[in-house]
């Protein structure tokens, strides 16, 4: 336990984390091209999940879409003040 | 030797003893309890038990296959998990709702018949109320009644169903209701269902009652009510197409509600109507990957739901406060706490080795071998939703994020070993998914850990984080209250109110009540009068004129009796001439 909350109270390995986190998306969506258009190891169900990384694009598509439609469209339209029944 | 012992009469009959014991003894004898009601389905060989005659209709309490199995085998292990999270509990309340609540949604589980099931259907929601109720909040409270009454109309629209299916087969089975498809007993006893597995727009009981529950309570909570739904909608409704969009909406729609939601719990909340959503659609497909997936995925959410919600309870036991912007940096100080909410949280947005990717997986290839491209981009979308506002939102907001400065530790041991027990069934799983595979209903032929199948799903979270990176400003969490469908019946009960309150009132006491003066009382005092007047001048004199009569005709008596001689002899001699009178007369005729 102790070694973990140095690690996350510490900037120095919080910039590390960071850069890993970049590293990371950038492997896996090659990884993604490599298994399924390259060496062709999956098997797909429709026309668009074989297309080049599909799982980290339509993942951030997804993010997008969900942020956008909570927060930018029906936040402004469904939220009120916590005492709005009483 | 008994044939068969219902686990769920068990427990309901269990709860009986709990007034009785205290301290160590109570503690020992609530898991051991539902130990013990695991064991027994464990134990369980399939077939029909516990039939009885009823009204001429057979009842069957014990219906054991392969499907009513597993979730009863789920059902009881979540019991235990939760009891030992709950040991710390005074309140026996509590542990008395949670045994009548665990034990009727098997007794739902085991109903063979539409009758059973719906007995242990209202009790269900009749006994789970109590652990909102037992929170003691004016807050909990209302929460708990408008729990009750959208419940209770859930409950009437079944019964109804149920009343309408009698009529029609003159039989009480309760099997697969395809052959009713567009009737209204299909609908009315569909709508029952989905009620409870909190289909939109039939959802909002849900996110209204959990987060007002106490802590221990929303763990049991979070397990049974949907999950039993779930189990009655595979039995009656597996292949409903209906099912499958309402489903896909459905995991969407639980989604966005909780990317927008502060309250931890009540996120966590309608993270029970996003994942419910995909068995739902799962059973609307109906083959049998599709209706294995769902089952899975009942199986390994209850377990993951559990933990979140016991973690998210734990933090409010803590610190006070499960909202989102009054809590941060609790990663010092609970550091196991949010190990096993983080275990929680990849599990139920399906991360590899953990048990909700090897649940969910099959549901959305179910979708997939179907060629349903809408089922399969709503389910991914909602996938990626739940990694979204659970492991990055919730989870950063909570632990890490600003330091909100809370001086808190670690929750009670028994609620940090459930966590940990939790945490184990969730791992297990995702590393040994033939463990689960094996108890499903269809024999399950299926291998999650494919190249592409792994590597989608971390393409789908590492790109997931990049859309929360970018937008981490906004969503922020703001207090606040989001409307839900609840807004509908709550703020018609107040206009309702309202209605009562002033013009109903005002009515009553202008019109009516001067009405009721000039028509009711005139006419009741004008009657009493008459009544009154016959009284007076009839029935009282009878008794007087009947005494006056006795009074006399004792005076007449009185006299003939004198006791003197004189008035005998003169009597006597009054008779000699009589007689001898009436001699004569006859004689001369």
Redesign the interface.
Known sequence: ?KA??KL??NPRSLRMLKRG?GA??VI??L??VL??NVLH??????W??GLP????????L??????V????I??PL?????E??D | MIEWLHPGLLLIGGAAAVPFLKGRALQAYLPLLAAVALLDCILMTPGMFGKAQFLGYQLTFGRVDRLSLVFAYVFTLAGVIGFIYALHVKDRLQHIAALIYLGSALGVTFAGDYVVLFIFWELMAFSSVFLVWANRTPESVSAGFRYLLVHVFGGLCLLGGIMLYIGQTGSISFDSMHAFAGSTTFALILIGFILNAAVPPLNAWLPDAYPAATVTGAVFMSAYTTKSAVYVLIRGFAGTEALMWLGAVMA?YG???A??ENNGRRLLAYHIVSQVGFMVCGIGIGTEMAVNGATAHAFAHIIYKGLLFMGAGAVLYMAGTVKLSELGGL??TM??TMIFFLIGGLSIAGAPLMSGFVSKSMTI?GA??Q?N?FA??ML??A???TF?SIVLKMTYYMF?GRDAGLQVTEPPRNMLAAMGLASFICIFIGVFPQSLYALLPYPADYAPY????V??????????????M??MK??APK??????TDWFY?RLA?AFMGIVRKPVANFEYRVVGEAYDYLIRAAVLFVSRVVNHFETEAVQPAPQSLAAGTNSLGNVLRRLQTGSVHDYAFIMAVGMAALALSYVIWWAQ
């Open positions: 336990m973990l909350q996350l109270g986190f990371g998306v896996v969506a990884l993604e298994v399924v190891l999956g098997h797909g169900y429709f668009f999940d990384a599909f799982g980290s694009l339509y993942g951030f997804s993010s997008v879409i969900i942020i439609v909570a927060k930018f029906l936040y469904v939220s009120r003040k916590e709005h029944y | 969407v989604v966005i509600y990317t927008m990663y010092k550091p196991l290839s997939g071998e060629q491209s399969f981009l991914t979308l996938s990626s939703g979204l890490f494919t190249a592409q199948h590597l989608d799903s971390l393409g789908l979270f590492f790109f997931t984080t990049l859309g929360f970018l937008f906004k969503l207090p606040g209250l989001n409307l839900d709550r107040h």
